[in-house]
């Protein structure tokens, strides 16, 4: 076999080598771990301030959940509750890993995100 023919066999073969063959790899998303963190702060707080009777808390709470794309299950999640004196321990102490994730998240919405809630729980916590 001549050497044209083993370089149009090569060329016949990476022709049929089409980019975007393979099956696409799945996006992931570097910021979930954070993400899910913070869903998962802020549905203890939902369930704690609900519990204790703090209306006004849990609903800002929830409308931090569903800002992070939080989705209430279907099935009742019942996280650990807090006190009611933990409960500001614990929004005071969310502060400094929701800058953290700001800081560290990829994506820039939720970075904004992140801050936005940081930024509210310091003002809840009287900071």
Not at 15 to 29: M, W
Not at 81 to 109: F, K, N, P, Y
């Amino acid at each position: 076999m001549s050497r044209r023919s083993l370089l149009g066999l090569a060329a016949l073969g990476l022709a049929a080598c089409k980019k975007g063959s393979s099956p696409p790899t799945p996006r992931v998303d570097p910021d979930a771990t954070a993400l899910a963190a913070a869903r998962d702060g802020e549905l203890t707080l939902i369930r704690s301030c609900e519990a204790v009777g703090f209306t006004a808390d849990q609903n800002i709470h929830t409308a931090h959940f569903k800002a992070l794309g939080g989705v209430f299950p279907s099935a009742p999640v019942m996280p650990k509750l807090l006190q009611t004196d933990e409960i500001q321990s614990a929004v005071r102490g969310s502060v400094a890993s929701l800058r953290g994730a700001a800081v560290a998240a990829i994506d820039g919405d939720h970075a904004a995100r992140f801050a936005s809630i940081a930024a509210s729980h310091e003002v809840m916590a009287g900071e």
